[in-house]
Nanobody
Framework: QVQLVESGGGLVQAGGSLRLSCAASGRTFSTYAMGWFRRAPGKEREFVGAVSWSGAVTYYADSVKGRFTISRDNAKKAVYLQMNMLKPEDTAVYYC?????????????????WGQGTQVTVSS
């Protein structure tokens, strides 16, 4: 079993940066692929980024490619989402997710554990 707790959300002006963190419990964290998803008001939850168990493979949504970077520290049992050049359309609740598999995935249904989410608000 894995428990995930996100932090680092907040209010930022357009063009600014935030770094989200996801702290995981459980001894098997290093064998799990991890992902970040988000849900904007009135919209479905959507994929943001994913990283394989080793950190060697990463995927990004087209909307964030070049602005967001996902990384992980298996020793600290943590995964991060560095968000730069934020836009008002990035406003959403951001969720961390863990997959009981080594390979990264863009598919929400591939993930087995979810955090409660952290709010990111980008003002124009």
């Amino acid at each position: 079993q894995v428990q995930l707790v996100e932090s680092g959300g907040g209010l930022v002006q357009a063009g600014g940066s935030l770094r989200l963190s996801c702290a995981a419990s459980g001894r098997t964290f290093s064998t799990y692929a991890m992902g970040w998803f988000r849900r904007a008001p009135g919209k479905e939850r959507e994929f943001v980024g994913a990283v394989s168990w080793s950190g060697a493979v990463t995927y990004y949504a087209d909307s964030v490619k070049g602005r967001f970077t996902i990384s992980r520290d298996n020793a600290k049992k943590a995964v991060y989402l560095q968000m730069n050049m934020l836009k008002p359309e990035d406003t959403a609740v951001y969720y961390c997710a863990a997959r009981r598999s080594a390979g990264a995935s863009r598919e929400e249904l591939d993930y087995d554990y979810w955090g409660q989410g952290t709010q990111v608000t980008v003002s124009s």
